[in-house]
């Protein structure tokens, strides 16, 4: 599981300083970031095994905007705010895409296995939460082969 | 107005910084290539050429500088010179005019620069970062 949207080395990079730069005040950076992409779009990194490349593109226009506006003067060259409002915006629909996804991971998980003619209702239930999810949304359930599994096995069951 | 005193500039050209330094060795008199960084490392920075006016108000004051580079705050001098490693500079090398440390609370440091030929050395040393 990833621990924080950007790394100390993404947030150099973002920032173009060089490898003597406070390596306390990029650590400090990176956990703003991941603070700020959790608390504005419920987009939790430490739940996911790959951080998504939306938020690692919010947490760099982020870590920029702070960087660079942090000393409260206006930098007209580095006026991140579209890009940033734009971001949150689609990374709470993945936010909500990862939620969904897990309400029909979890049903998955919760059937009775081995699997037996008792098991058909979860797994019924569990195939019509899946096919009633947004095409989106899909792409984000990671049990869907178990569940296959499953209903073969009950296929072959019955 | 007060000038902006952090308006960064975008630092996406990646150059190093050397300084020569004379040693005597058994053969003679060598030139020593000490970069001003530890080996492997690089240090970003916004490079320019200067505009005419600016070129045409150097002239005038005798000052032959053409490029202007704007790194982080170092205690850079004069006597040092820039290899640039990645742009459309790529392998050029520019001797250090002149550091404008003008704004003094920025956190940039500006260095006005000339062309030269790439230095013939015979060792290279790495140092510390400059501070």
Redesign the interface.
């Known amino acids: 599981m990833a621990d924080q949207v950007l790394t100390t080395d993404q947030v150099k990079k973002a920032l173009?300083?060089?490898?003597?730069?406070d390596i306390v005040e990029l650590e400090r950076y990176a956990k703003l970031v991941s603070s700020f992409v959790k608390q504005r779009t419920r987009y939790d990194c430490t739940k996911v095994e790959t951080v998504h490349p939306l938020a690692i593109q919010l947490g760099e226009l982020y870590v920029k905007q702070m960087?660079?506006n942090?000393?409260g003067?206006f930098?007209r060259?580095?006026d991140y705010t579209i890009g940033i409002s734009s971001l949150i915006v689609d990374l709470q629909c993945i936010a909500d895409s990862i939620k969904e996804a897990k309400v029909v991971d979890d049903l998955i998980s919760e059937v009775p296995t081995p699997v037996t003619l008792d098991s058909a209702a979860a797994i019924v239930a569990a195939r019509t939460a899946y096919d009633n999810l947004f095409e989106m949304d899909k792409d984000y359930v990671t049990n869907l082969s178990l569940l296959e599994t499953y209903e073969e096995t009950l296929l072959e069951v019955s | 107005m007060n000038p902006p005193v952090n308006d960064y500039a975008i630092k996406d050209t990646q150059i190093r910084l050397f300084s020569l330094e004379k040693q005597t060795s058994e053969s003679g008199e060598v030139l020593k290539k000490k970069y001003q960084h530890p080996e492997n490392t690089i240090i970003h920075a916004y490079v320019r050429q200067l505009s005419a006016s600016e070129t045409s108000f150097g002239n005038a004051t005798q000052d032959g500088s053409s490029y202007l580079f704007v790194v982080s705050r170092r205690a850079i001098t004069s006597d040092m010179y820039i290899e640039v490693v990645t742009g459309s500079l790529k392998e050029l090398t520019f001797q250090i005019d002149g550091p404008d440390a003008y704004e003094l609370r920025s956190q940039e440091i500006k260095l006005y620069t000339h062309q030269i030929p790439s230095v013939t050395y015979t060792t290279i040393e790495y140092g510390s970062w400059l501070k």
Do not use: K, L, P
């Open positions: 173009s300083v060089d490898d003597d730069f960087y660079y942090g000393s003067d930098n060259n580095h």
